[in-house]
């Protein structure tokens, strides 16, 4: 990837005004936060009208995709294509600092902007419905009944190429003011990270069927966020 490709384009339009010095618009930045994550909110303006609509999404090089009934009046609206904004956030710490100013959270955040589009092409949208299961859960899609037509109407497919973005990310402990630090106050970080439990197995399940070893992927104890970037990294043919 060459130094002009490398980053998206910084713009008015996602240019990080405030604390400018977390603002990353590196490319691989913003695609780890974005593929550490499955849910994200869709932005967008309808007869003036602002929407945001949290949904799953996937990514596939520079597109993002996501999905939704054909009844949805988002997905109606996007028919001719329409300026949208997808955003996605990581919660990773509480800050507790000695005055209420200093207070903050450490945390990942990537904001998308692109003009989304249906997905109208029969073979597109029929890749499309495999991905988003193949991503989060990798060669799933080919132990399952196929999609039927009916499913295929009732489900409408939007995909968004990136023309601009930026990652922001606080990582660090408290910031507080040099004078506070010989308070007799409590301060820290308290981590936040999102933990998988044990599988919950269907309780109609056919008698002899084992969970896939591809679901290893999904530890009891380990870090979502560490399992959806390995299924992306699997997704990408890594």
């Not at 590196?26 to 009208?49: F, K, N, S, T, W």
């Not at 329409?82 to 959270?105: E, I, K, M």
């Not at 507080?176 to 308290?190: Q, S, T």
Request: charged share 25%; net charge negative; proline share 6%.
């Amino acid at each position: 990837m060459s130094a002009e490709t490398a980053s998206y384009p910084v713009t008015p339009r996602n240019r990080v005004k405030r604390m400018h010095e977390r603002a990353s618009y590196d490319r691989e930045a913003v695609h780890a936060i974005l593929d550490a994550a499955m849910l994200c909110q869709v932005a967008y303006v309808i007869d003036g009208q602002p929407y945001a609509t949290p949904t799953l999404f996937w990514r596939r090089d520079d597109t993002l995709y996501w999905h939704g009934s054909s009844a949805s009046r988002m997905l109606r609206h996007l028919k001719a294509g329409t300026p949208a904004c997808l955003t996605v956030a990581h919660l990773d710490g509480l800050v507790l600092a000695r005055s209420g100013f200093n207070h903050s959270a450490n945390y990942r955040s990537a904001m998308c902007f692109g003009t989304a589009r249906l997905v109208e092409d029969p073979e597109e949208k029929i890749e499309a419905m495999r991905d988003v299961v193949d991503r989060f859960y990798p060669e799933r899609s080919a132990l399952l009944r196929p999609i039927t037509v009916q499913e295929a109407k009732a489900t409408t497919i939007i995909a968004m190429t990136i023309e601009e973005a930026a990652a922001k990310v606080r990582a660090k402990g408290v910031g507080d003011d040099e004078d506070d630090f010989a308070l007799p106050i409590w301060a820290g970080v308290i981590p936040v990270t999102t933990v998988l439990g044990a599988a919950e197995t269907c309780p109609r399940l056919v008698p002899g069927v084992e969970k896939p070893e591809t679901l290893a992927l999904f530890p009891e104890g380990g870090r979502l966020d560490a399992a959806l970037r390995e299924g992306q990294r699997l997704y990408e043919g890594g």
